[in-house]
Each structure stands twice: as structure tokens, then as C-alpha cells.
């Protein structure tokens, strides 16, 4: 699998060289991984981000030499590229490196903070409030949600949005998770589409209760309000974590 980096926007990088991240993207072949991180991917080039694009299976580059690690979601939790990405998030965590983790992305790094991921009471599908302790970095929402599992707080983690079925994200120090899909655009949804198509899915999902016509109308009835969402999160995100960078190790060359 191959490797794509994208340069930041076109306004002028400061004085020094620019923030470095990687989005690490799963379920995907290469071509389709820019539509995938869909307004996250938008709001890195915005803040003058240097990220490298990164496909499941793929060495990422050393976290000692990043700003940011970005994980995004995926279908499957049974994959041989697993071990070695729990691995690489821990070494994230070691080195502190932030880390946003984005649905399966979130429940990643749960399990590299120590928690367990387990099946949800119910599933959650379709676009939800969320109950927030810390509205500034959360907003209530609503959020797009499509998740089967959800994750436990880690130890020392706080709660900072839940539902009455799941936890819905926590901090740990840097590291943000959430389970929601902030990321979600028309493009995006689109490339899930194509993949439920590709695995066969749609007659299981079908059966589950995904209406994938009416979930495509609501996603473009509310695209700018979600994009609103979403930049907000990230900016939130990202002025924390920028704050305190200070305080953490110099980054590696």
C-alpha cells in the first residue's frame, strides 16, 4: 500500500517549519483515502499542516516526529494490521504525540490507554445529540453515528460527551477520542457506500435497519452545519494541544 503527502493550505506557513501529522485510514485502497478523512482532511490543510496520508498496513512515519496522529474509522477490528497499529499508538502515547482518534479510531486508542472495546447495548446509526461535559472541545451535536461497538474511558481518561448507549468521547492528557463521525461529508459517505458494495454489506446493514438512500439525503441536507461541527472540534483540538506543546519533548528530526 502506498503512502500520499499533502502539503497544507495555500496561506503562509509561519516562520520554521510547519506541524507535521499522519492520518492513518483504514478499509480503503489509496486513491480513496483523500474523500475518507473527508472535513478533517480539510481542516489539517487550513491550519498549515504537513500530514502524510497513511492506508492500513503501511509503516507510519516515527510519532517522535510528529505534531499529530489521526486515526479514522473502519469495518473491521479482525484485521492481521492491528497489532501493529495498537503498537504504534502506544508508541505515540510514549512519546507524546497527540492523538485524535475517530470512531474504530477512538476505540484504538482506548485499547492502547488500557481499555476494553466491547459491543454496544445497541447499536447507534444516524445522526445523534450527545450529552457533553465539555462543550467548547464537544459540542452536543447532533452527530453522525454508525457504530456496533464503543469503547470504555480508559484509566485517568476523562468522559466528556456520552449517550444513554454509549460513551461518546474522552481525554487523556493530548489524546482526543470520539465515537461519532465529525469527518462525515457527501464525498465521504460515498467512499462507505462503495465499500458496504465491495464486502457485500448492504443486505446485512439492510437487515439492521441502514437505509443508505435516506442516510445519503439527511448527510446532504446537513453537510454545512456538520462541516461547522466538525471545524469547530478540530480548532478546539488543535489550540489545546498547540497550547500545551510547549511542555512536551522537543520533536524528533
Same mark, same amino acid.
Given at each position: 500500500?502506498?503512502?500520499?503527502?499533502?502539503?497544507?493550505?495555500?496561506?503562509?506557513?509561519?516562520?520554521?517549519?510547519?506541524?507535521?501529522?499522519?492520518?492513518?485510514?483504514?478499509?480503503?485502497?489509496?486513491?480513496?483515502?483523500?474523500?475518507?478523512?473527508?472535513?478533517?482532511?480539510?481542516?489539517?490543510?487550513?491550519?498549515?499542516?504537513?500530514?502524510?496520508?497513511?492506508?492500513?498496513?503501511? %509503516?507510519?512515519?516515527? /510519532?517522535? @516526529?510528529?505534531?499529530?496522529? +489521526?486515526?479514522?474509522?473502519?469495518?473491521?477490528?479482525?484485521? *492481521? #494490521? =492491528?497489532?501493529?497499529?495498537?503498537?504504534?499508538?502506544?508508541?505515540?502515547?510514549?512519546?507524546?504525540?497527540?492523538?485524535?482518534?475517530?470512531?474504530?479510531?477512538?476505540?484504538?486508542?482506548?485499547?492502547?490507554?488500557?481499555?476494553?472495546?466491547?459491543?454496544?447495548?445497541?447499536?447507534?446509526?444516524?445522526?445523534?445529540?450527545?450529552?457533553?461535559?465539555?462543550?467548547?472541545?464537544?459540542?452536543?451535536?447532533?452527530?453522525?453515528?454508525?457504530?456496533?461497538?464503543?469503547?470504555?474511558?480508559?484509566?485517568?481518561?476523562?468522559?466528556?460527551?456520552?449517550?444513554?448507549?454509549?460513551?461518546?468521547?474522552?481525554?487523556?492528557?493530548?489524546?482526543?477520542?470520539?465515537?461519532?463521525? %465529525?469527518?462525515?461529508? /457527501?464525498? @465521504?459517505?460515498?467512499?462507505? +457506500?462503495?465499500?458496504?458494495?465491495?464486502?457485500?454489506?448492504? *443486505? #446485512? =446493514?439492510?437487515?439492521?435497519?441502514?437505509?443508505?438512500?435516506?442516510?445519503?439525503?439527511?448527510?446532504?441536507?446537513?453537510?454545512?452545519?456538520?462541516?461547522?461541527?466538525?471545524?469547530?472540534?478540530?480548532?478546539?483540538?488543535?489550540?489545546?494541544?498547540?497550547?500545551?506543546?510547549?511542555?512536551?519533548?522537543?520533536?524528533?528530526?
Amino acid at each position: 500500500m502506498g503512502v500520499e503527502n499533502t502539503l497544507g493550505s495555500d496561506k503562509a506557513i509561519r516562520a520554521g517549519t510547519p506541524p507535521r501529522a499522519v492520518v492513518i485510514v483504514h478499509d480503503v485502497t489509496d486513491g480513496a483515502a483523500v474523500a475518507e478523512i473527508g472535513s478533517v482532511g480539510d481542516r489539517l490543510r487550513h491550519h498549515g499542516i504537513d500530514f502524510t496520508l497513511v492506508t492500513s498496513g503501511s %509503516p507510519p512515519p516515527s /510519532p517522535r @516526529s510528529l505534531d499529530l496522529v +489521526v486515526v479514522m474509522g473502519s469495518d473491521n477490528d479482525t484485521v *492481521p #494490521w =492491528l497489532p501493529s497499529e495498537l503498537a504504534y499508538l502506544r508508541a505515540a502515547v510514549e512519546a507524546g504525540t497527540p492523538v485524535l482518534g475517530i470512531c474504530f479510531g477512538g476505540q484504538l486508542l482506548a485499547r492502547a490507554l488500557g481499555a476494553a472495546v466491547r459491543q454496544a447495548p445497541r447499536p447507534e446509526f444516524g445522526w445523534r445529540s450527545v450529552t457533553t461535559a465539555a462543550p467548547d472541545l464537544v459540542p452536543a451535536g447532533p452527530w453522525l453515528e454508525f457504530h456496533f461497538d464503543t469503547f470504555d474511558v480508559p484509566p485517568g481518561a476523562e468522559e466528556i460527551a456520552w449517550t444513554a448507549d454509549a460513551p461518546q468521547a474522552f481525554r487523556s492528557g493530548p489524546h482526543l477520542a470520539v465515537q461519532f463521525h %465529525p469527518e462525515i461529508t /457527501p464525498a @465521504s459517505f460515498e467512499g462507505w +457506500v462503495r465499500g458496504w458494495r465491495e464486502q457485500g454489506l448492504e *443486505p #446485512w =446493514l439492510r437487515g439492521h435497519g441502514v437505509d443508505a438512500a435516506a442516510l445519503r439525503a439527511e448527510i446532504a441536507t446537513r453537510a454545512d452545519e456538520a462541516r461547522h461541527r466538525s471545524d469547530a472540534l478540530f480548532d478546539a483540538f488543535w489550540t489545546s494541544i498547540r497550547t500545551t506543546a510547549g511542555s512536551r519533548r522537543p520533536r524528533a528530526k
